[in-house]
C-alpha cells in the first residue's frame, strides 16, 4: 500500500510538463512501474550510480571494475565513455547480459562542441547571440548523439563575478538577465524539442547552486551569501534552465549556508523540487557525497549518503557511496524503500523519454557518427560563432588588415598552438583538427603580402631569450600581431589565479615591441577577465578571442582581415587589478557613493572605481550613435507597461552589428536595490548610415524582487530607464510605478 501511494506520488509530479517536451505516455509510466516492481534493492541502487569508464577522468578514480559493475547490473550510468562503437557494446553488456537488461545512460561533458570545439562557453556568451549560442550546443548535441552519449554535463549556469575563479569561463559571466538567456538557448539546443530524437541531448544545469561565488576565487572554497543574493543574483539562470525544460541538475561541491550542497535538503528539494516543481533527477558532482566528511558535516561515507539521498540527491557521481552503503542504511531504517524508489523513477524516467527503452543501440551508430563528426557544416558554424564571441577592447584605427601588399610580424606564444585554441572541458576536441592563427592567415593573405613569424617567448616563465628574433620581425614589418593571454589549463576547473595580468613576460614582449615603432595589435586568448591596463596603454588594437575552438586561427583572422566585423560584447567586467575583485556593474550604491573630492567616500586611494572594460562593451569597425531616448508615458503599472526606445544609426562607412542594451534601476525599494540591472537587449544590424528604432517593455514583473519581507513583487515609485552600447555609456528617463498597494505578480 504504502509502495502505491509513492507511485501515485511521483506520477503526479510527472505529468507535470515543463516547456513543451514530450511527456511519458500512460503506457510508458506503467512499464517502468512494472519494472520498478521486479527489481531487487541492489538493482535499484544500481540505477542511482554513475561511474567513469576508463576513457578520461576529472578526479581521483575510485573504481576500474566499471565493466563487472555493468553485468551485475550495480551500475545505470557511465560518463567519459564515447564513441559509437565504444559505447554499443557497454550498452551490450547492461541490455543483453543483465537480468533485468535496463539500458545504461552515457554522460559527458560535452560542454562546448564535441569534436567540433566552440569558443569557450564563456566567449560564446560574448556573442551575446542567443541563437548562435542554441546552434552552437545543437551541433554539439549531434555530434555527442552520434558518437553514442545521451547526456551532456551542460549547461554550466554559474554566475560569477571573481575572474580569479578559472570556471567563470565555462560560464555565461557575471549576469543573471543575460546568464538567465543563454542557459534557456543552450538547454534548447541540447535538447531540442524532442528527447528521443538521435541528435539530442539530455542537459543538466550545473552546479547547483552559488558555486561560482567560492570566496577568493578560489575553486571549492566556502560559499556564504545572503538568500537574497543568492535568490536575485545566482538562482535565476536555474529556474530558466528548468523552464527550458531541462532534465538534470548537478549538484556543487560548495557548502552553503553551511550546507554542502550535495546534501542541501532546502536546495534540493524546498526550492528544485517544491517550490519549482523540477521532474527530471539530480546527480552528485564528482564524489561530492564523500567529500560532506571533509566539509565536516558528516562521520563517514553511509552518513553522507543517507543525507544525501534524504536532502533530494537521485544519482551518486563516481562517489560509490549509495553503491557501498545505501542497502545497510536502508536496513538500519536510516533511509527509505520509497525515497529510493523515486530516485530510480526520476532517473527511468529520462531513460525512456530518451527512447532507450525501445531501441537500447540508437545514440549508437558508426555511420552517423562517421558523416556527424567534424562535418563541413559544423567547421562553419564553429568559425561563425568564434567570429561572433570576439570583443574588440581597443582600436586606434589599425585594423582591420589590409590583405595584400603587408608585411606582419606574427608573435607571440599561442599564435600558432593549436591544443590552446581548444580551452578546457575540450571533450573528444583534438589539438590536430584545430586551425591556428599562423596557418590561417597564411591561407588568406594574399600573395603579395608576407608573413613573418617568431615565437618570442611562452605563456609562463622568464625566458627572454626569443625577443630578439621577434624584434628583429616587427621592425621588417609593417604590424606586429600578438597572440597572447593563457594557457588553455589556466582556466576551468581547479586552475585559480591570484593575479589577473598576462602570465611570464608576455606583457615585457608587447612593450619592447611596440619600442620598435611597429604598431601592435594585441591577440588575445584567455579564459577569464584580465587585469591588463599597460596592454591597454602600449597596444594599438586588442582584441579578446578567449579560447575559440577548432576554427578560432581563421576566425580570428577573418576578424583581423575585415571580412567580418566584429560584435562581441563582454558579458563580464574586466577589473583595472585584482583588489577590485569582485567588480561588477550591478552593484549597489552604499551611503556614500564615490565623489572624487570627498575622502570619506566609497573608494580606493590607488585605483578607481571604474573597470577597464565594462559589463556589455566592445567596439566594432564602425560607429554607433544613440538618438535621446523615450518613454511612452511619465507612468506605469501592473496593467500598462510602459515602452522605452531610442534610435540608434550607424555613423560609419561599413555595416555593423549593435547590441542595444536596457538597464534599469528601482530608485528607492524596501531593501537596497543595485544601481543598474540589465532588463533586455537587442541586436541589430545597420548599414551605413541607416538608422533603426529599438522598443523595450517594462512590466511590473521586470521590477519585482524580494522584498524586506522576503515576499516576491514589485513596489512603486521611481525608477530610471537607461539605454545604450555598454553599461557605462548610457543614456536615461525616469518613470514611475503607480499603484496604491504592493503587488505579488
Ligand atoms: C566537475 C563537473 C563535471 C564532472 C564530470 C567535476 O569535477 O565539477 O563540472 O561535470 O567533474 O566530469
Given amino acids: 500500500m504504502r509502495f502505491l ?216 572554497h566556502t560559499v556564504d551569501m545572503s538568500e537574497r543574493v543568492l535568490r536575485h543574483d545566482f538562482l535565476p539562470p536555474f529556474k530558466a534552465a528548468l523552464d527550458a525544460g531541462v532534465q538534470s541538475f548537478m549538484t556543487a561541491f560548495n557548502e552553503l549556508f553551511g550546507v554542502p550542497a550535495s546534501g542541501s535538503h532546502y536546495l534540493l528539494t524546498e526550492i528544485l523540487r517544491d517550490e519549482w516543481g523540477f521532474n527530471g533527477f539530480v546527480v552528485t558532482d564528482y564524489t561530492s557525497i564523500n567529500e560532506m566528511i571533509p566539509h565536516g558535516v558528516v562521520a563517514d561515507e553511509k552518513e553522507a549518503g543517507e543525507l544525501a539521498l534524504t536532502a533530494g540527491v537521485d544519482m551518486d557521481m563516481q562517489g560509490a557511496v549509495f553503491y557501498n552503503h545505501l542497502r545497510q542504511s536502508l536496513k538500519e531504517g536510516k533511509v527509505t524503500e520509497a525515497q529510493i524508489d523515486q530516485a530510480v523513477m526520476r532517473i527511468l524516467r529520462v531513460k525512456m523519454l530518451l527512447g532507450l527503452f525501445d531501441d537500447p543501440y540508437r545514440y549508437s551508430d558508426v555511420q552517423r557518427q562517421e558523416e556527424t563528426i567534424l562535418a563541413e557544416a559544423h567547421l562553419e558554424k564553429a568559425r561563425e560563432v568564434a567570429r561572433k564571441s570576439m570583443v574588440l577592447l581597443k582600436n586606434n584605427g589599425v585594423l582591420p588588415l589590409s590583405k595584400s601588399g603587408q608585411k606582419i610580424a606574427l608573435i607571440g606564444p599561442l599564435a600558432d598552438s593549436q591544443a590552446d585554441l581548444l580551452g578546457s572541458w575540450h571533450a573528444a576536441g583534438s589539438a590536430e583538427d584545430a586551425i591556428t592563427l599562423k596557418t590561417a592567415l597564411e591561407d588568406m593573405l594574399a600573395p603579395s603580402s608576407t608573413l613573418l613569424h617568431a615565437r618570442g617567448c611562452e605563456v609562463e616563465g622568464e625566458d627572454r631569450s626569443g625577443f630578439p628574433e621577434a624584434l628583429a620581425a616587427a621592425r621588417q614589418a609593417d604590424v606586429a600581431v600578438l597572440a597572447v593571454g593563457e594557457n588553455w589549463w589556466m582556466s576551468g576547473e581547479a586552475a585559480s589565479r591570484s593575479e589577473l595580468d598576462l602570465p611570464g613576460v608576455q606583457l615585457e614582449l608587447i ?127 501592473e496593467k500598462n507597461p510602459v515602452e522605452f526606445s531610442v534610435k540608434v544609426r550607424n555613423t560609419g562607412d561599413r555595416a555593423g552589428r549593435e547590441t542595444v542594451q536596457f538597464y534599469v534601476r528601482d530608485l ?71 499603484s496604491n498597494k504592493k503587488s505579488n505578480p
Fill in 511 to 637: 612593450k619592447a615591441i611596440k619600442e620598435t615603432g611597429t604598431p601592435v595589435v594585441v591577440v588575445l586568448m584567455n579564459g577569464r577577465p584580465l587585469a591588463i591596463p599597460e596592454v591597454d596603454e602600449t597596444a594599438d588594437a586588442i582584441l579578446e578571442t578567449w579560447f575559440a575552438g577548432t576554427m578560432g586561427g581563421p576566425a580570428i583572422a577573418d576578424i583581423i582581415l575585415g571580412d567580418a566585423n566584429p560584435s562581441g560584447r563582454l558579458p563580464v567586467t574586466f577589473p583595472r587589478n585584482v583588489g577590485q575583485v569582485p567588480l561588477y556593474y550591478s552593484m549597489k550604491n552604499t551611503g556614500r557613493p564615490m565623489e572624487p573630492n570627498n575622502k570619506y567616500t566609497t573608494k580606493y586611494l590607488d585605483v578607481p572605481n571604474t573597470p577597464l572594460y565594462p559589463f556589455g562593451y566592445g567596439l566594432g569597425y564602425t560607429t554607433f550613435e544613440y538618438g535621446e531616448p523615450s518613454a511612452s508615458a511619465e507612468t506605469f503599472s
Fill in 5 to 220: 501511494c509513492t507511485i501515485i506520488l511521483v506520477l503526479g509530479v510527472w505529468y507535470t510538463p515543463q516547456a513543451q517536451l514530450p511527456e511519458l505516455t500512460d503506457e510508458q509510466a506503467k512499464q517502468i512501474e512494472e519494472l520498478l516492481d521486479d527489481m531487487t534493492t541492489e538493482e535499484k541502487i544500481g540505477q542511482l550510480t554513475l561511474f567513469t569508464s576508463d576513457w578520461d577522468v576529472t578526479g581521483p578514480t575510485l573504481r576500474g571494475n566499471y565493466k563487472e559493475d555493468i553485468l551485475a547490473g550495480k551500475v545505470g550510468a557511465i560518463f567519459n565513455a564515447h564513441t559509437a562503437d565504444y559505447n554499443r557494446e557497454l550498452q551490450r553488456m547492461s541490455v543483453e547480459e543483465t537480468r533485468l537488461g535496463i539500458p545504461l545512460l552515457f554522460g559527458y561533458d560535452v560542454i562546448h562542441g564535441y569534436k567540433t570545439i566552440f569558443p569557450i562557453s564563456l566567449g560564446e556568451s560574448a556573442s551575446w547571440d542567443l541563437e548562435a549560442i542554441e546552434e552552437s550546443a545543437q551541433v554539439a548535441a549531434a555530434e555527442a548523439a552520434a558518437a553514442g552519449l545521451h547526456w551532456t554535463f551542460a549547461p554550466m549556469v554559474d554566475i560569477s563575478r571573481d575572474p580569479r575563479w578559472g570556471r567563470i569561463s565555462e560560464g555565461a559571466g557575471e549576469d543573471p538577465y543575460l546568464g538567465s538567456r543563454i542557459a534557456e538557448a543552450r538547454v534548447r539546443g541540447f535538447q531540442g524539442d524532442d528527447l528521443a530524437a538521435t541528435n539530442t541531448l539530455i542537459a543538466c544545469a550545473k552546479h547547483f547552486a552559488a558555486y561560482g561565488a567560492a570566496q577568493a576565487g578560489r575553486d571549492y
Fill in 668 to 738: 528607492v525599494g524596501s531593501v537596497t536595490r543595485p544601481v543598474l540591472q540589465l532588463k533586455g537587449f537587442r541586436q541589430i544590424d545597420l548599414e551605413p548610415g541607416e538608422t533603426k528604432t529599438v522598443t523595450f517593455t517594462l512590466t511590473t514583473d521586470d521590477v519585482a524582487f524580494y522584498r524586506r519581507d522576503m515576499s516576491y513583487g514589485w513596489e512603486p515609485g521611481d525608477f530610471e530607464l537607461f539605454v545604450g552600447p555598454n553599461a557605462q555609456d548610457l543614456q536615461s528617463v525616469r518613470v514611475e510605478l503607480t
